[in-house]
Each structure stands twice: as C-alpha cells, then as structure tokens.
T-cell receptor, first 115, second 113 residues
Framework: GQQLNQSPQSMFIQEGEDVSMNCTSS?????WLWYKQDPGEGPVLLIA?????ELTSNGRLTAQFGITRKDSFLNISASIPSDVGIYFC???????????????FGKGTKLTVNP | EPEVTQTPSHQVTQMGQEVILRCVPI?????FYWYRQILGQKVEFLVS????????KSEIFDDQFSVERPDGSNFTLKIRSTKLEDSAMYFC???????????FGPGTRLLVL
C-alpha cells in the first residue's frame, strides 16, 4: 500500500534553533498536509499544500510541496518550547483522478525543545 | 472557529462489549472520516463516508465496525464486539468539499480490557 517515509523519527534541539523534517513517498500525492499532535489530542493542521512546487508559510513554519509530488518538507524557524510535539505529514490523492480521499500519514517526527 | 467534537473523551470497556463513539463534524462539511492511532504509532485510516454511505474502508474496518449518520449532526462509529487490539485513539475528521483539508477532532481513547 501507500507509505510515507518521514524523517527524522525524533529531534532534540535547543530553543532558538531551526528544525527541518521531511516526508517522501513512492506514490504521487496531490495534497500534502502537515499536522502537529500534542499528547492525548487530535492532529491539528499546520499547513496544507495543494500544488507541486508550492512553498507556504504559516508564521515560523514553512512547508514545500515537492516538484515530483512525492515529497514535502517542513521547516520551523527559531523554535520555542511550545513547538514540542509530534509532527505528522499526510498525503492525499485527488478523488477526481481516481485516487483515494483517505489521508496517508507518516510515522511522525517527535520534537523536543530544550529551553 | 468551528471544530470537530467527539464524545466520550475516554472509554473503558470489556472485551466482547459493543461501543459507540460519537462525533459532531463541522456543520457545513460533507465528507466524514474515522481514523485510529494505536499508542505510539501513526494515524491509520478506517473509513470515509459521504452522501449517507461508505465511500471507502480499510482492511481494519471489518464486519465488527459500522458507521452511521443518524441525524444531520452526529456521525458514529460502532464496534460490535470489541477486541483487545481495538484499544487505540479514535479520531473523527470532516471535510467541506471534495478537494480540501480534513479537520480532526480531539479523539476518543478506547481501552479494551
């Protein structure tokens, strides 16, 4: 089945540092999404990407949809303690192109920020 | 800001019992989903629902599972006879249109003893 390879699995950084994580797949996706999950809570959408090559920012977060449509990265600049959590990438194929509407999730990147 | 809500937040049940997990999607959304997340693992798709019928289901979603939209606001997931391996966080999600973002609820933590 479709799989997303997300890396790194975990990161330990100092407050103020920049962070980068990415997802790759052997399948093409038409939408890439990045979610953050705090312990015991549901995934919260951070950034949605709908076009290949698209670069989108949301505050200190920047994400890009790869040209091949098989990868995406998320950068967090100047990290702060509340950035702690698990970050998931998720891909979706277009229903209109015969794809599935389900989201396929990566395994997550656990981020720890030391003050 | 509208959000997806889920009840209960936690449910403990005995193996073999039936459970119903409830969700209230965002009010103008048309596409509804259930996902689950076993502790420490990634989020996995269970089922999608549109126009009062299942549009897709995963291998996990076997005959013990069913979904229903009994009225204009609720969307439920029923597990007929729970197994130990059904213990997980169950997330409901909804989406407004065919191409758009899925918004997740806070989840129901199900523990089967």
């Amino acid at each position: 089945g479709q799989q997303l390879n997300q890396s790194p699995q975990s990161m330990f950084i100092q407050e103020g540092e920049d962070v980068s994580m990415n997802c790759t797949s052997s399948s093409i996706f038409n939408t890439w999404l990045w979610y953050k999950q705090d312990p015991g809570e549901g995934p919260v959408l951070l950034i949605a990407l709908y076009k290949a090559g698209e670069l989108t920012s949301n505050g200190r977060l920047t994400a890009q949809f790869g040209i091949t449509r098989k990868d995406s990265f998320l950068n967090i600049s100047a990290s702060i303690p509340s950035d702690v959590g698990i970050y998931f990438c998720a891909g979706q194929q277009a229903i209109t192109q015969g794809g599935s509407e389900k989201l396929v999730f990566g395994k997550g990147t656990k981020l720890t920020v030391n003050p | 800001e509208p959000e997806v809500t889920q009840t209960p937040s936690h449910q403990v049940t005995q193996m073999g019992q039936e459970v119903i997990l409830r969700c209230v999607p965002i009010s103008n959304h048309l596409y509804f989903y259930w996902y689950r997340q076993i502790l420490g693992q990634k989020v996995e798709f269970l089922v999608s629902f549109y126009n009062n019928e299942i549009s897709e289901k995963s291998e996990i979603f076997d005959d013990q599972f069913s979904v229903e939209r009994p009225d204009g606001s609720n969307f439920t997931l029923k597990i007929r006879s729970t197994k130990l391996e059904d213990s997980a966080m169950y997330f409901c999600a909804s989406r407004a249109r065919a191409i758009g973002t899925q918004y997740f609820g806070p989840g129901t933590r199900l523990l089967v003893l």
